[in-house]
Nanobody, 114 residues
């Protein structure tokens, strides 16, 4: 069973930055498309960014220009650099394949508040 582990969340002021990491030793390098998702209280989990093994990226309109997804296959890690954070970015962030085919990890909480 692939175990996804997300980290890097925290409390940040509006306009601040965070970098999230997602690891799954021995697994991510073999997965074509990985994604970052988020779920805010009372809302459905949504895909905010995805990246193929070749480096092609896609972003939700709400994060386009502020978030950057990247991957390091040698480290079996996917990153999400989040800049110019807004209060509406507050959510639990998860990683998974683009088609949500793996068991979900625990996620990492991101709170944007002054």
């Amino acid at each position: 069973q692939v175990r996804l582990v997300e980290s890097g969340g925290g409390l940040v002021q509006p306009g601040g930055s965070l970098r999230l990491s997602c690891t799954a030793p021995g697994s991510i390098a073999s997965i074509n498309a990985m994604g970052w998702y988020r779920q805010a209280p009372g809302k459905e989990r949504e895909l905010v960014a995805d990246i193929t093994s070749g480096g092609t990226t896609n972003y939700a309109d709400s994060v386009q220009g502020r978030f950057t997804i990247s991957r390091d296959n040698a480290k079996d890690t996917v990153y999400l650099q989040m800049n110019r954070l807004k209060p509406e970015d507050t959510a639990v962030y998860y990683c998974n394949t683009k088609w949500r085919t793996l068991n979900w990890g625990q996620g990492t909480q991101v709170t944007v508040s002054s």
